[in-house]
């Protein structure tokens, strides 16, 4: 399993967490692939109590998944921004068949509460990403730098770059770009919503 994670710590009232999980097949050692009808994403607490549903993926049919870790073929689901509670420690991948739920795989996050000139708050960080989208070059928010990547590269490949690009100079915005995968009715409410 694997993650592109951004979380943001808010304290006590919960966190804002997005970016995209991505697992293979496999994943449990209580079922095996072929009996699976999908999996359900879970937030989950330092008990591995299950707190909020995230999404379902159904499995993928006539698909031939590599082992290669994290590869285009694995499964994969988009967290849009979203706040967690605070005690929400780990995504849980969890394998069912109709109604049986089977033994989880897990994916801590780790958070901190450290100030950084990468919190997306000071004035130091908008000044650069606005340098850097000037510029025409994509600003990842996540790392907060300024990747040697045109604004108008497809989106694909932004993606693949960072999961949370902003590239409309002046105002370090993202400009109506989807994760791979999103449906056009998603993405047109997306946009609608802007």
């Given at each position: 399993?694997?993650?592109?994670l951004y979380a943001q710590d808010?304290?006590?009232?919960?966190f804002s967490l997005s970016g995209?999980?991505?697992?293979?097949?496999?994943?449990?050692?209580?079922?095996?692939?072929?009996?699976?009808?999908?999996?359900?994403?879970?937030?989950?607490?330092?008990?591995?109590?299950?707190?909020?549903?995230?999404?379902?993926?159904?499995?993928?049919?006539?698909?031939?998944?590599s082992a290669n870790c994290c590869?285009?073929?694995?499964?994969?689901?988009?967290?849009?921004?979203?706040?967690?509670?605070?005690?929400?420690?780990?995504?849980?991948?969890?394998?069912?068949?109709?109604?049986?739920?089977?033994?989880?795989?897990?994916?801590?996050?780790?958070?901190?509460?450290?100030?950084?000139?990468?919190?997306?708050?000071?004035?130091?960080?908008?000044?650069?990403?606005?340098?850097?989208?000037?510029?025409?070059?994509?600003?990842?928010?996540?790392?907060?730098?300024?990747?040697?990547?045109?604004?108008?590269?497809?989106?694909?490949?932004?993606?693949?770059?960072?999961?949370?690009?902003?590239?409309?100079?002046?105002?370090?915005?993202?400009?109506?770009?989807?994760?791979?995968?999103?449906?056009?009715?998603?993405?047109?409410?997306?946009?609608?919503?802007?």
């Amino acid at each position: 399993m694997c993650a592109t994670l951004y979380a943001q710590d808010w304290g006590r009232s919960g966190f804002s967490l997005s970016g995209e999980v991505r697992w293979g097949p496999g994943i449990s050692c209580e079922i095996e692939e072929s009996l699976v009808d999908g999996y359900q994403v879970w937030l989950v607490n330092d008990c591995g109590e299950q707190m909020v549903l995230l999404g379902t993926v159904a499995k993928q049919q006539d698909r031939q998944l590599s082992a290669n870790c994290c590869d285009e073929s694995w499964y994969s689901f988009y967290l849009g921004l979203l706040t967690a509670p605070s005690d929400a420690a780990s995504i849980a991948i969890v394998p069912f068949r109709g109604s049986q739920l089977y033994l989880p795989s897990f994916l801590p996050v780790v958070r901190t509460l450290a100030d950084s000139l990468w919190d997306g708050e000071t004035k130091e960080f908008w000044d650069l990403c606005k340098s850097c989208t000037s510029k025409r070059q994509v600003f990842c928010f996540t790392t907060g730098t300024c990747l040697d990547l045109d604004i108008d590269a497809p989106s694909e490949v932004m993606w693949s770059a960072c999961m949370n690009p902003l590239l409309v100079p002046e105002s370090c915005r993202t400009k109506g770009i989807h994760p791979p995968g999103t449906s056009r009715e998603e993405m047109e409410n997306w946009d609608r919503d802007l």
